[in-house]
């Protein structure tokens, strides 16, 4: 990763000024507390106006230092926090040493045979508002706010020393896509460093083949966030025939063929996930037990397929839960409970008894103690009972750093 895409070089640098900021009371508290984001409303002082990614220090109201962050005066969380306490030059020399720190932490996963990982988290991370992921010798960093923008050249500079790749791609979230007077020429997709790709990506995941594609994919193209759910699924596996909805790529159907299930069923509404899917039981047939797996594909709405296999009494030994984010904000809370309630029903329904239920969330604004409540719930409902074998939080490379960083629980229960 050396040549610099030209678009790169030529992004604005943030302003030499820093914005001097005082914040309310519960403000300052929090920050004491390490929460690394600042809400407009709490702002009672500022020096000057500000652009996207000028740095923002915030003072307490003895002139003492509390943190310093990047200013956004695009969005409700005005400023997202880098460091907290002491004062800090945010250079290429900072953005490195907040890599190195975010690499140690993954280091385990060098033993397992695994090159997709997240590498920042975000966040939790100390890098708000980004993402990036590794697939074998891609970088993928996926922006969700502006402020980054007059960064990526210094990122850029660190990320070269500390996690060497082919190639760095550059992706925007839907709503920075829309923030045109702040991209100076980014775009979606764009190859910011190396030779653009030319097919989709191939890495490894705990010794399993997968493809990738980080232009069109959802997320990076990926989800590796249930990693270890997937080996959870694996070991569960042996002799069971396995239903996986939410399937995406096929990921936790790959990883329950190798565990040995005899026939697995994959569905998800998008055709080209579904595609995709069988194309990383392809990537994997030098595996006997994922050759000897019957694997089936159904592109189509999760709750439909669902109803008609019970009506036609489909039965599984094993059912995987695994939607998208049910209730985005606070408002969403109450439907998306229903709607967990609803698909743990549905998923009961075509689960034999004895057999295993594996229900995920990653909806943050639904605490996992509420979520497991509504299963357990569910189950009394639906006169089952459920033992629960295991709940799981966050994979090792998605840190939690505060408490709205937590997002994914899942639920390994038997049900008889
Ligand atoms: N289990 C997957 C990740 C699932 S993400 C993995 O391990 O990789 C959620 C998935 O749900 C996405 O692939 C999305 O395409 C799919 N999806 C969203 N709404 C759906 C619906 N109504 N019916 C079926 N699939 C849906």
Same mark, same amino acid.
């Given at each position: 990763?050396?040549?610099?895409?030209?678009?790169?070089?030529?992004? &604005?640098?943030?302003?030499?000024?820093?914005? %001097? =900021?005082?914040?309310?009371? #519960? /403000? !300052? +508290?929090?920050?004491?507390?390490?929460?690394?984001?600042?809400?407009?409303?709490?702002?009672?002082?500022?020096?000057?106006?500000?652009?996207?990614?000028?740095?923002?220090?915030?003072?307490?109201?003895?002139?003492?230092?509390?943190?310093?962050?990047?200013?956004?005066?695009?969005?409700?969380?005005?400023?997202?926090?880098?460091?907290?306490?002491?004062?800090?030059?945010?250079?290429?020399?900072?953005?490195?040493?907040?890599?190195?720190?975010?690499?140690?932490?993954?280091?385990?996963?060098?033993?397992?045979?695994?090159?997709?990982?997240?590498?920042?988290?975000?966040?939790?991370?100390?890098?708000?508002?980004?993402?990036?992921?590794?697939?074998?010798?891609?970088?993928?960093?996926?922006?969700?706010?502006?402020?980054?923008? &007059?960064?990526?050249?210094?990122?850029?500079? %660190? =990320?070269?020393?500390?996690? #060497? /790749? !082919? +190639?760095?791609?550059?992706?925007?979230?839907?709503?920075?896509?829309?923030?045109?007077?702040?991209?100076?020429?980014?775009?979606?997709?764009?190859?910011?460093?190396?030779?653009?790709?030319?097919?989709?990506?191939?890495?490894?995941?705990?010794?399993?083949?997968?493809?990738?594609?980080?232009?069109?994919?959802?997320?990076?193209?990926?989800?590796?966030?249930?990693?270890?759910?997937?080996?959870?699924?694996?070991?569960?596996?042996?002799?069971?025939?396995?239903?996986?909805?939410?399937?995406?790529?096929?990921?936790?159907?790959?990883?329950?063929?190798?565990?040995?299930?005899?026939?697995?069923?994959?569905?998800?509404?998008?055709?080209?996930?579904?595609?995709?899917?069988?194309?990383?039981?392809?990537?994997?047939?030098?595996? &006997?037990?994922?050759?000897?797996?019957?694997?089936?594909?159904?592109?189509?709405?999760?709750? !439909?397929?669902?109803?008609?296999?019970?009506?036609?009494?489909?039965?599984?030994?094993?059912?995987?839960?695994?939607?998208?984010?049910?209730?985005?904000?606070?408002?969403?809370?109450?439907?998306?409970?229903?709607?967990?309630?609803?698909?743990?029903?549905?998923?009961?329904?075509?689960?034999?008894?004895?057999?295993?239920?594996?229900?995920?969330?990653?909806?943050?604004?639904?605490?996992?103690?509420?979520?497991?409540?509504?299963?357990?719930?569910?189950?009394?409902?639906?006169?089952?009972?459920?033992?629960?074998?295991?709940?799981?939080?966050?994979?090792?490379?998605?840190?939690?750093?505060?408490?709205?960083?937590?997002?994914?629980?899942?639920?390994?229960?038997?049900?008889?």
């Amino acid at each position: 990763m050396t040549n610099l895409n030209s678009t790169l070089s030529k992004l &604005p640098s943030p302003a030499t000024k820093r914005i %001097a =900021l005082r914040v309310s009371a #519960p /403000a !300052e +508290r929090a920050l004491h507390q390490n929460h690394p984001w600042v809400f407009d409303q709490a702002i009672t002082q500022q020096s000057h106006a500000g652009a996207p990614g000028d740095l923002a220090v915030i003072f307490d109201g003895n002139r003492r230092f509390l943190a310093i962050g990047l200013y956004d005066p695009t969005s409700f969380i005005r400023v997202r926090i880098l460091q907290h306490r002491q004062p800090a030059v945010i250079d290429a020399d900072w953005y490195q040493s907040k890599l190195i720190a975010a690499n140690q932490i993954r280091n385990p996963l060098a033993q397992q045979s695994t090159d997709g990982y997240r590498i920042v988290h975000g966040e939790n991370d100390g890098l708000p508002g980004l993402v990036i992921d590794r697939y074998a010798e891609s970088l993928v960093i996926k922006i969700y706010s502006p402020i980054w923008i &007059p960064h990526l050249k210094d990122l850029f500079l %660190a =990320l070269a020393k500390t996690n #060497p /790749a !082919e +190639r760095l791609i550059l992706r925007l979230s839907r709503s920075l896509m829309k923030q045109k007077e702040f991209l100076h020429g980014l775009e979606d997709g764009m190859t910011l460093s190396g030779q653009p790709l030319e097919e989709l990506i191939l890495f490894r995941e705990n010794g399993l083949t997968f493809e990738c594609d980080p232009l069109r994919g959802q997320k990076t193209g990926f989800f590796l966030d249930q990693r270890e759910n997937r080996v959870r699924v694996e070991k569960l596996s042996k002799g069971k025939s396995v239903l996986n909805v939410f399937a995406y790529t096929g990921g936790f159907s790959v990883y329950a063929a190798r565990g040995g299930a005899k026939e697995i069923v994959s569905v998800d509404s998008s055709a080209p996930a579904m595609e995709a899917a069988i194309h990383n039981f392809s990537h994997n047939q030098n595996i &006997p037990a994922v050759r000897s797996a019957i694997h089936e594909t159904i592109a189509e709405d999760a709750f !439909e397929v669902l109803t008609r296999m019970r009506s036609q009494k489909k039965m599984f030994d094993l059912v995987i839960l695994d939607p998208p984010m049910f209730a985005q904000n606070q408002n969403q809370i109450a439907a998306g409970l229903s709607a967990y309630r609803k698909l743990a029903r549905l998923g009961l329904d075509v689960l034999r008894a004895g057999g295993i239920l594996v229900q995920a969330s990653c909806s943050s604004r639904i605490d996992a103690e509420t979520f497991f409540d509504t299963i357990h719930q569910t189950a009394r409902e639906a006169n089952r009972r459920l033992t629960e074998i295991e709940r799981t939080a966050h994979a090792l490379d998605h840190p939690i750093k505060f408490e709205e960083g937590a997002y994914l629980k899942c639920l390994f229960a038997t049900v008889f």
